[in-house]
């Protein structure tokens, strides 16, 4: 299993190139399954979960190609369906990757029925999918459960109707609006995700014909079409991998300059980090990021995390390894994912002093941090470990690296680039 091993101390200085974002191009690909002409997104990073998706899609008959053949290397993803595609998505196929169930919605929309594996448990929580299946029944659907599969069917298509999602759910969010965009009449969702990557999904579908009203706010009005067309969109960047290499120029004490990246994406982040004393210089195409003084440390300030436009639990594990060298304490909150702290006892490894008691974690800034084996268990602790590793006096190996590459591109080039010392081992 590959592990990557970093020597810490450098600060970091050159250009990080921020990728497309993995949550908005996971929706989007599922979304080509509305229509049966091709969808062409561009900005599509290289990523596991991506790949993931696309077996999926290909499994169940979509032809798919990069930059324009089947073997392709590129950013650039086509994705055509047809009429006769297969509705199920296996077990093998939705458990390596919860988001998977995102093609539910526009596969019963489509073709009437659905088998999708329920996700099960994941490393960060139960994670249910109770409220995606809720929605779809406001609009028609009669759901079984059966042998671990949920199977939905909607003999006379889907109707418009209204649902209020008890606790904003993001992919619950999408799975309802691609659904809806081919039911008939209108449906009224309300209490709704608004991050930035739901912006990008209607946006896309809407090119595709879609008649969607409020997309960023925390209504969505959706008047129901015959058929959607195809389309040709640019992934919005990725806000999360945009953070964690602003906390990683934060905690190594750089200077980095981010390029296809939008401060806009982030605007609580932004603003508590600059209380933290990183100051941003916007740029042409992106900005620097650095420390406002470099001579002193960064102050501990706390945080809890929320829906969109408030902080993302993405986000959480990354600031977290950067309070940890902060001056003074601080307390981080964690409300969306109840099992969300499993950096902790690695971050405690490499002399970090934190206290949890339930959803708060409680950080005594301490002096430095020591190189350690550590291991990770999920996506976003890994790349919280990495950001320690790099501050970390002497050798950190991060195991399990195949976390990272789930949701982080080329990680270890983009940051030997700033002059990082990180390199893959087997
Ligand atoms: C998405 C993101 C993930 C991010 C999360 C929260 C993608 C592919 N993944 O995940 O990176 O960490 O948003 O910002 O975009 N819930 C239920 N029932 C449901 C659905 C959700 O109880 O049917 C709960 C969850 O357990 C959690 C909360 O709602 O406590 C929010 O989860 P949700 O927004 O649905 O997360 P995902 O969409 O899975």
Same mark, same amino acid.
């Given at each position: 299993m ?6 810490g101390g450098?600060?970091?200085k050159?250009?990080?190139q921020i990728s497309g974002?993995k %949550?908005a191009?996971? *929706?989007?690909?599922?979304a ?6 091709t969808?062409?997104l561009k900005n599509v990073?290289?990523l596991v979960d991506?790949?993931?998706?696309? %077996?999926l899609?290909?499994?169940?008959g ?7 053949t089947?073997?392709g290397i590129?950013?650039t ?11 199920k998505?296996?077990y093998?196929l939705?458990?390596?990757?919860r988001?998977?169930v995102?093609?539910?919605g526009p ?7 659905t088998y999708v594996s329920?996700?099960g448990?994941c490393?960060i929580?139960t994670r249910?999918?109770d409220l995606h299946l809720?929605?779809l029944?406001?609009?028609g659907?009669?759901?079984t459960?059966?042998e671990g599969?949920a199977?939905l069917?909607a ?6 109707g209204?649902?209020? #999602?008890p ?9 309802i609006?691609? /659904? ?5 009449g ?6 709704v995700?608004?991050? *930035?990557?739901?912006v990008?999904?209607a946006n896309?579908l809407?090119?595709?014909g ?7 706010t +925390?209504t969505?009005?959706i008047?129901g079409?015959e058929s959607?067309?195809?389309a040709t ?5 990725? $806000? ?7 906390? /990683?120029a ?6 980095i300059e981010i390029t296809?990246g @939008?401060?806009?994406?982030l605007?609580t982040?932004?603003d508590?980090?600059k209380?933290?004393g ?5 740029k042409d195409?992106? #900005?620097i990021v650095r $420390?406002?003084?470099p001579?002193?440390?960064l102050k501990?300030i ?5 829906p969109?436009? @408030? #902080? ?5 594990a +990354?600031?977290?390894a ?6 003074? @304490?601080?307390t981080?909150?964690?409300?969306? #994912?109840e099992?969300?702290?499993m950096?902790? /006892?690695?971050?405690l ?5 934190i206290?949890?008691d339930?959803?708060?974690a409680?950080v005594?800034?301490?002096?430095e941090l020591?190189?350690?084996?550590v291991?990770?268990? @999920?996506? $976003?602790?890994?790349a919280?470990?990495?950001l320690?590793g790099?501050?970390?006096?002497g050798e950190?190996?991060v195991h $399990?690296i195949y976390?990272?590459d789930r949701?982080?591109e080329?990680i270890?080039?983009?940051l030997s680039e ?5 390199e893959r081992?087997h």
């Amino acid at each position: 299993m590959d592990k990557l091993k970093i020597i810490g101390g450098p600060g970091l200085k050159g250009k990080i190139q921020i990728s497309g974002a993995k %949550n908005a191009a996971l *929706p989007l690909m599922a979304a080509s399954l509305l229509s049966n002409e091709t969808i062409t997104l561009k900005n599509v990073p290289h990523l596991v979960d991506i790949t993931t998706m696309a %077996n999926l899609l290909m499994h169940m008959g979509l032809e798919i190609s990069m930059n324009g053949t089947n073997q392709g290397i590129g950013h650039t993803l086509s994705l055509k369906s047809n009429d006769s595609i297969e509705t199920k998505a296996t077990y093998d196929l939705v458990r390596k990757m919860r988001a998977s169930v995102l093609v539910m919605g526009p596969l019963l929309a489509k073709h009437k029925e659905t088998y999708v594996s329920m996700p099960g448990g994941c490393a960060i929580g139960t994670r249910p999918i109770d409220l995606h299946l809720k929605g779809l029944e406001a609009l028609g659907a009669k759901v079984t459960l059966e042998e671990g599969y949920a199977h939905l069917i909607a003999e006379n298509g889907l109707v418009g109707g209204d649902y209020e #999602f008890p606790v904003i759910s993001v992919t619950g969010t999408e799975n309802i609006m691609m /659904a809806a965009c081919l039911a008939k009449g209108t449906t009224r969702l309300f209490n709704v995700a608004k991050e *930035p990557e739901i912006v990008d999904l209607a946006n896309l579908l809407i090119k595709m014909g879609a008649k969607i009203e409020g997309a960023g706010t +925390q209504t969505l009005t959706i008047h129901g079409v015959e058929s959607l067309s195809g389309a040709t969109h640019d992934i919005v960047p990725d $806000r999360i991998e945009m953070g964690t290499y602003i906390m /990683a120029a934060g905690i190594t004490n750089g200077e980095i300059e981010i390029t296809n990246g @939008d401060l806009t994406l982030l605007p609580t982040v932004v603003d508590l980090l600059k209380k933290t004393g990183l100051e941003f210089i916007e740029k042409d195409k992106g #900005f620097i990021v650095r $420390r406002k003084d470099p001579k002193k440390p960064l102050k501990a300030i706390s945080v809890s995390t929320n829906p969109y436009p @408030d #902080f993302p639990t993405d986000l959480q594990a +990354q600031y977290m390894a950067m309070m940890v060298t902060a001056e003074g @304490d601080c307390t981080i909150t964690e409300n969306i #994912f109840e099992n969300r702290f499993m950096h902790i /006892a690695e971050l405690l490894r490499m002399g970090a002093n934190i206290h949890i008691d339930g959803s708060v974690a409680t950080v005594k800034g301490v002096k430095e941090l020591i190189g350690a084996d550590v291991m990770a268990t @999920d996506l $976003r602790a890994s790349a919280s470990l990495v950001l320690a590793g790099l501050a970390a006096k002497g050798e950190t190996i991060v195991h $399990r690296i195949y976390h990272l590459d789930r949701g982080y591109e080329h990680i270890e080039t983009k940051l030997s680039e700033c002059g990082a010392l990180v390199e893959r081992t087997h």
